[in-house]
Nanobody, 113 residues
Framework: QAQLTESGGGSVQAGGSLRLSCAVA????????IAWYRQAPDKEREFVARITSEGNIGYEDSVEGRFTLSRDNAKGTVYLQMNNLLPEDTAMYYC???????WGQGTQVTVSS
C-alpha cells in the first residue's frame, strides 16, 4: 500500500504563493501516479492536478497557469507550487495515490482578500 503526508499549507493574502508537499512512501505501483484534490467548506472534493507514472501532468482549468506540479523521485515527494493565489483557492488540500486510492490527511490553505 502507501502512506502520504501533506505539508506546506498556511495563510496568505491574495496574490501570494505557497508550495505544498506530498511525501509518498510505499510500493511503486501505488506511489507512481499521484493527484492533488481540494475541498472547500460546504463543497465537494474536487480535482486540482495530477502526475502520472510516465510524468504526464494535468491541471484543473481554474489553476492552469498558476499552479505547477513536480516530483522529486529521490526524495519521494510531489510538490504543488501555487502562485497568484485567489480567495477561491481556500480549501483543505489532499494528495492521493490514484492506483491504490490512498489519501493523505490534508493541509489547509487559506487565502485572504
Amino acid at each position: 500500500q502507501a502512506q502520504l503526508t501533506e505539508s506546506g499549507g498556511g495563510s496568505v493574502q491574495a496574490g501570494g504563493s505557497l508550495r505544498l508537499s506530498c511525501a509518498v512512501a510505499g510500493h511503486t505501483f501505488c506511489t507512481s501516479y499521484i493527484a492533488w484534490y481540494r475541498q472547500a467548506p460546504d463543497k465537494e472534493r474536487e480535482f486540482v492536478a495530477r502526475i502520472t507514472s510516465e510524468g504526464n501532468i494535468g491541471y484543473e482549468d481554474s489553476v492552469e497557469g498558476r499552479f505547477t506540479l513536480s516530483r522529486d523521485n529521490a526524495k519521494g515527494t510531489v510538490y504543488l507550487q501555487m502562485n497568484n493565489l485567489l480567495p477561491e483557492d481556500t480549501a483543505m488540500y489532499y494528495c492521493k495515490t490514484v492506483q491504490c486510492a490512498v489519501w493523505g490527511q490534508g493541509t489547509q490553505v487559506t487565502v485572504s482578500s
